[in-house]
């Protein structure tokens, strides 16, 4: 599956933003996630969504970001509110066949979030 991120940009602290990730599979096969990275830092698990629907935050975002998909579209989304300069980074989409799989195989190219006033 190919994955393509859009709706990065700046924005100001406690702005809102969404993110969106059009797939070129049927994403009903796999289980699709957000992964961000900040500049000199570790990849961070940001949420993810399985194929019925059961979602799971980061606990860094609970409360603030949502994740969801269009499955007619073929199309994720992650939903970025309360945004604070410290949720600045590359954010990826990304794709597994399983829930259980330890890596992910698919990703896109990302898409950057700057929050700063």
């Known amino acids: 599956v190919h994955l393509v991120e859009a709706g990065g940009g700046s924005v100001q602290p406690g702005g809102s933003r969404r993110l969106s990730c059009v797939a070129t599979g049927d994403i009903t096969k796999y289980f699709m996630g957000w992964i961000r990275q900040a500049r000199g830092e570790a990849c961070e698990g940001v949420a993810t969504?399985?194929?019925?629907?059961?979602?799971t935050y980061g606990d860094s975002v609970k409360g603030r970001f949502a994740i969801s998909k269009d499955n007619a579209k073929n199309t994720l989304y992650l939903q970025m509110n309360a945004l604070k300069p410290e949720d600045t980074a590359m954010y990826y989409c990304a794709a597994k066949e399983h829930s259980w799989y330890p890596a992910w195989p698919y990703w896109g190219q990302g898409t950057q979030v700057a929050v700063s006033s």
């Open positions: 969504i399985d194929s019925d629907g059961t979602t």
